[in-house]
T-cell receptor, first 114, second 111 residues
Framework: DTEVTQTPKHLVMGMTNKKSLKCEQH?????MYWYKQKAKKPPELMFV???????INESVPSRFSPECPNSSLLNLHLHALQPEDSALYLCASSQTQGVPYGYTFGSGTRLTVV | EDQVTQSPEALRLQEGESSSLNCSYTVSGLRGLFWYRQDPGKGPEFLFTLYSAGEEKEKERLKATLTKKESFLHITAPKPEDSATYLC????????????FGTGTRLTIIP
């Protein structure tokens, strides 16, 4: 299995809703990431988990809350989002520190906040 | 702070017309430079990792090269299915696992 699976593929939520994005990989990777990508822009790093511990938080607002329940799963909990948070949310994984291998990205969740 | 600049922003080629995409970078110690392909609404698809100046890698019609300041993605005799955005990213030795991406080159191959 050489894939990163993200669910749901599309999500529309109101500004008062609580929702979660899910990411799963079974490649034995020990680093997992959340990226945010706006249209025609490069991906921007939000969070890094290494060995299931949060190692990087790129000053992301607290309305985004990551969780890594185990080495295969990564969640992103969403609460009280703003319309400007609408974007493609990408999950990725990689073998951890040492020789830099390429990240494997999922297909993303297209989030629309109304 | 690591920086990546890609050019051109957009490129239109006729089918079979070879060209190159440029990625200039500044990083405090390069751990790796990555090329990705991204189709609209999809996640980036990994193409290559380059680790040191002088290194080259090939995959079908694509060839990536690396110098101390830039990388080139050469596309030979492209086909319409090569149309996509090509992203370059670097990982520095001080950035933990962080990748810094360029803004990409939108490549369109006209049949």
């Amino acid at each position: 299995d050489t894939e990163v699976t993200q669910t749901p593929k599309h999500l529309v939520m109101g500004m008062t809703n609580k929702k979660s994005l899910k990411c799963e990989q079974h490649m034995g990777h020990r680093a997992m990431y959340w990226y945010k990508q706006k249209a025609k822009k490069p991906p921007e790093l939000m969070f890094v988990y290494s060995y299931e511990k949060l190692s990087i938080n790129e000053s992301v607002p607290s309305r985004f809350s990551p969780e890594c329940p185990n080495s295969s799963l990564l969640n992103l909990h969403l609460h009280a989002l703003q319309p400007e948070d609408s974007a493609l949310y990408l999950c990725a994984s990689s073998q951890t520190q040492g020789v830099p291998y390429g990240y494997t990205f999922g297909s993303g969740t297209r989030l629309t906040v109304v | 702070e690591d920086q990546v600049t890609q050019s051109p922003e957009a490129l239109r080629l006729q089918e079979g017309e070879s060209s190159s995409l440029n990625c200039s970078y500044t990083v405090s110690g390069l751990r790796g430079l990555f090329w990705y392909r991204q189709d609209p609404g999809k996640g980036p698809e990994f193409l290559f990792t380059l680790y040191s100046a002088g290194e080259e890698k090939e995959k079908e019609r694509l060839k990536a090269t690396l110098t101390k300041k830039e990388s080139f993605l050469h596309i030979t005799a492209p086909k319409p299915e090569d149309s996509a955005t090509y992203l370059c990213a670097v990982q520095g030795i001080f950035g933990n696992e962080k990748l810094t991406f360029g803004t990409g080159t939108r490549l369109t191959i006209i049949p």
